[in-house]
């Protein structure tokens, strides 16, 4: 096991050397970086300082010299490869530099971002798996049951919801759009949260995650659900279910000491991906649309404004933890089912 871990630690540098490079080469060809933003700014300054009209058209234009001191300011005074190198470099010493849009260190952007972020998914996280999972096994007890069947139906209807389209739509309904006002539309907290007692902070909190919470949890609720019911579904017709039936094991025994086992091997191994989809690729619409600060928004932002030191240093944290989760969910797999060996597995 331990020369599985290292030599998939090794794998790791050069797979995220490539993801680097590939992005990186990517944001040189996209247009609209932050020097043409820039640009863009100053023509509409001198646009809106000569009062909107064409007569002065000789104010918007731009002189060589203040390109230059942009391509300066933003680090494109420099050839590619000299670029490329100090980004690698900067990077993998955790060094991500400035915001452009923020001014301030990217870091520091995260660190104040991610809490939101976690406080989104964690609970989030820890719904679906205390829902979707005994909903599942109790869909795989009756299959195509009236239960069975009425369940996946409305589980399929409600996945073909987009997530950002439940959000406005409990706001309209709960957040005082046109009918109840029984929640918050935007922020984390009231006015004068500092003032309150802590049972008085935990309830405001909670009252102001209710609703992004529960979008957050809808997103992927019906996926799992129908997951689990195939994969104990599958466990419950295997030849060793039979056998124990034929033994006079009770079906408590048999579903809960065998098939359970068995058939949890893959829902534990996807818990990694599923915590990081959870914190990092499922909350931008959520946060967008209850104005939370996140991580999710905070990558959109960074994306749409050319805000590259942001953009890289996200993509290269979240390239780094999904290599990592992936490595630990097949430990979890080892620990699961001690049938499978690390050793042989090659992939």
Known sequence: MLTYIFRRLLLLVPTIMGIVI????????????????????????????????GGNSSRNVIR?????????QYGFDKPVGERLAS?????????????????????????????VSLTLGIPSLILT?????????????????????????????????????????????????????????????????????TIEKIKDYIWHMALPVFTYTFAGFAGLTILTRNWFLDELQQLYVQTAMAKGASE?????????????????????????????????????IFSLDGIGLL????????????????????SLLGLLLKIMSDLILVLVDPRISLDANRS
């Not at 470099?89 to 104040?112: A, M, P, R, W």
């Not at 068995?262 to 599923?274: C, D, E, T």
């Open 299 to 318: 990558t959109w932002e960074a994306t749409t404004r050319r805000d590259y030191p942001v953009v890289m240093g996200m993509l290269f944290i979240t």
């Open 87 to 115: 980004t690698v470099v900067s990077l993998f010493t955790f060094d991500f530099g400035q915001s452009f849009n923020y001014h301030e260190n990217v870091i520091e952007l995260i660190k104040k971002r991610l809490p």
């Open 252 to 288: 408590k025994t048999i579903l809960y000491k065998h098939v359970f086992r068995n058939a949890m091997i893959l829902v534990i191994a996807g818990l990694p991906a599923a915590c990081f989809s959870v914190f990092f690729a499922g909350s931008i619409f959520v946060e967008q």
């Open 22 to 53: 590939v992005c990186f080469a990517l944001m040189q060809v996209v247009p609209g970086g932050p020097v043409e933003l820039a640009i863009q700014q100053l023509r509409g300054q001198h646009s809106s300082e000569s009062g909107g009209g």
């Open 129 to 197: 798996y205390l829902i979707c999972i005994p909903l599942g096994i109790a869909k795989a007890r009756r299959p195509w049951s009236r239960f069975d069947t009425s369940t996946t139906v409305a589980l399929m209807v409600a996945s073909s919801i987009p997530s950002f389209v439940m959000g406005i739509l409990l706001l309209v309904l709960f957040g005082g759009g046109s009918f109840l006002s029984w929640f918050p539309i935007r922020g984390l907290t009231s006015d004068g949260f500092e003032s309150f007692s």
């Open 64 to 72: 060589p010299e203040q390109i230059e001191e942009l391509k300066k």
